[in-house]
T-cell receptor, first 112, second 114 residues
Framework: GENVEQHPSTLSVQEGDSAVIKCTYS??????FPWYKQELGKRPQLIID?????GEKKDQRIAVTLNKTAKHFSLHITETQPEDSAVYFC???????????FGQGTTLQVKP | DAGITQSPRHKVTETGTPVTLRCHQT?????MYWYRQDPGHGLRLIHY???????DKGEVSDGYSVSRSKTEDFLLTLESATSSQTSVYFC?????????????FGPGTRLTVL
């Protein structure tokens, strides 16, 4: 079955710097890759997603890139702010299964 | 937030007792999911439903059962709770519009099994 690995598990940056979180997946049939942000004590919320027919997608300060050949995708956050501090999860949908397989999460700390 | 509620929000129970968690949606979405979240493990899928009375197992289904008799409700049952089932449980829904499995999460239920 699909396996999603996420790195790093923790990431600390200075306010204004960029942050990059990387995920790899194992199932070449995976075709949808969302990213979720979870603040302490809250529910995960979708921040951006990408489908397998697209290589890059941007939304203001966040962007996601996908390399299907290498089976990895990354989240890029520019000009980080303290409110970006949270746990971030990547996920992949293997084929057309209707399921999402999540990575283990990355705790991002943005220091003011 | 999408129209998803979970009940109860917090529960403390004893080992061996049955527990049922409820997820209710007002979005008329076809797909519903139950996840558990534990430190270091991210979100792990327990069971999911792709329609009324249509369910399937996820990654960590042992010890759990589900039922979906109406579009809006998805129940998760722990037949005999164990301490290893202490966790935060999230329900999610998806309409799978345009082929994208965008899932929206409920507020979560914190379950403690003593």
């Amino acid at each position: 079955g699909e396996n999603v690995e996420q790195h790093p598990s923790t990431l600390s940056v200075q306010e204004g710097d960029s942050a990059v979180i990387k995920c790899t997946y194992s199932d070449s049939a995976s075709n949808y890759f969302p990213w979720y942000k979870q603040e302490l004590g809250k529910r995960p919320q979708l921040i951006i997603d990408i489908r397998s027919n697209v290589g890059e997608k941007k939304d203001q300060r966040i962007a996601v890139t996908l390399n299907k050949t290498a089976k990895h995708f990354s989240l890029h956050i520019t000009e980080t702010q303290p409110e970006d501090s949270a746990v971030y999860f990547c996920a992949a949908e293997p084929g057309n299964t209707g399921k999402l397989i999540f990575g283990q999460g990355t705790t991002l700390q943005v220091k003011p | 937030d999408a129209g998803i509620t979970q009940s109860p929000r917090h529960k403390v129970t004893e080992t061996g007792t049955p527990v049922t968690l409820r997820c209710h949606q007002t979005e008329n979405h076809r797909y519903m999911y139950w996840y558990r979240q534990d430190p270091g493990h991210g979100l792990r899928l327990i069971h999911y439903s792709y329609g009324v009375k249509d369910t399937d197992k996820g990654e960590v289904s042992d010890g759990y059962s589900v039922s979906r008799s109406k579009t809006e409700d998805f129940l998760l049952t722990l037949e005999s709770a164990t301490s290893s089932q202490t966790s935060v449980y999230f329900c999610a829904i998806s309409g799978r519009t345009s082929g994208a499995n965008t899932q929206y999460f409920g507020p979560g239920t914190r379950l403690t099994v003593l």
